[in-house]
């Protein structure tokens, strides 16, 4: 199958939403879908804007992950027609489903292989108030809510009823 690229992803956009305009006529969306643009930004796979344009993220690229890109296209057209305020609630599952926005099995399957390739910078750990550390998430950047923990009293985290002592990053690289 040919790689991802831009006329591709600007095809498989056209197509779906031609589809989808069959279920839910125009007139009844809360945003119009636009566009679409790819992104480095932080999101995993993309994210709809107010609007109407669909970010897609670049690591789709050059690769074979039709099934994936699929399956966030709608999920993210999801987004648009029910409007981007209704977040992932119950009126935004139903449409996701009618939609076909979730994730088959083999959008599962891409979904893996796509995780792996991504390259993160810090994996995220937590000691807890026994001494134990475990690891959070793995990320790209530093965020302040986790380095300024321990000077905020205002929040604190918790791993199985046990306080988080702080925060701290370790470098993947
Ligand atoms: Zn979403």
Same mark, same amino acid.
């Given at each position: 199958?040919?790689?991802?690229?831009?006329?591709?992803? +600007?095809?498989?956009?056209? !197509?779906? =939403?031609?589809? =989808?305009?069959?279920?839910?006529?125009?007139?009844?969306?809360?945003?119009?879908? /636009? @566009?679409?643009?790819?992104?480095? #930004?932080?999101?995993?796979?993309?994210?709809?804007?107010? %609007?109407?344009?669909? !970010?897609?993220?670049? +690591?789709?690229?050059?690769?074979?992950?039709?099934?994936?890109?699929?399956?966030?296209?709608?999920?993210?057209?999801? !987004?648009?027609?029910?409007? =981007?305020?209704?977040?992932? +609630?119950?009126?935004?599952?139903?449409?996701?489903?009618?939609?076909?926005?979730?994730?088959? #099995?083999? #959008? *599962?399957?891409?979904?893996?292989?796509?995780?792996?390739?991504?390259?993160? +910078?810090?994996?995220?750990?937590?000691?807890?108030?026994?001494?134990?550390?475990? $690891?959070? /998430?793995?990320?790209?950047?530093?965020?302040?809510?986790?380095? @300024?923990?321990?000077?905020?009293? *205002?929040?604190?985290?918790?791993?199985?009823? %046990?306080?988080?002592?702080?925060?701290?990053?370790?470098? $993947? /690289?």
């Amino acid at each position: 199958m040919k790689p991802i690229d831009e006329s591709g992803i +600007n095809h498989l956009f056209h !197509h779906i =939403l031609s589809t =989808l305009y069959h279920i839910q006529p125009a007139d009844q969306w809360s945003v119009i879908p /636009k @566009n679409w643009c790819l992104t480095t #930004a932080k999101t995993k796979y993309g994210m709809a804007d107010h %609007q109407g344009i669909i !970010h897609i993220n670049q +690591n789709f690229v050059a690769t074979g992950f039709w099934d994936l890109l699929e399956a966030v296209l709608r999920h993210e057209f999801a !987004h648009l027609c029910v409007g =981007l305020s209704q977040s992932h +609630n119950r009126r935004f599952k139903q449409c996701e489903k009618l939609f076909k926005g979730y994730f088959n #099995a083999d #959008a *599962r399957r891409q979904a893996t292989a796509y995780g792996s390739r991504i390259h993160y +910078n810090y994996r995220l750990m937590a000691e807890l108030v026994d001494g134990q550390c475990l $690891e959070i /998430k793995k990320t790209h950047r530093k965020h302040h809510k986790y380095t @300024n923990y321990p000077h905020q009293n *205002r929040v604190t985290y918790f791993y199985q009823q %046990q306080r988080i002592k702080r925060f701290y990053y370790v470098s $993947e /690289k």
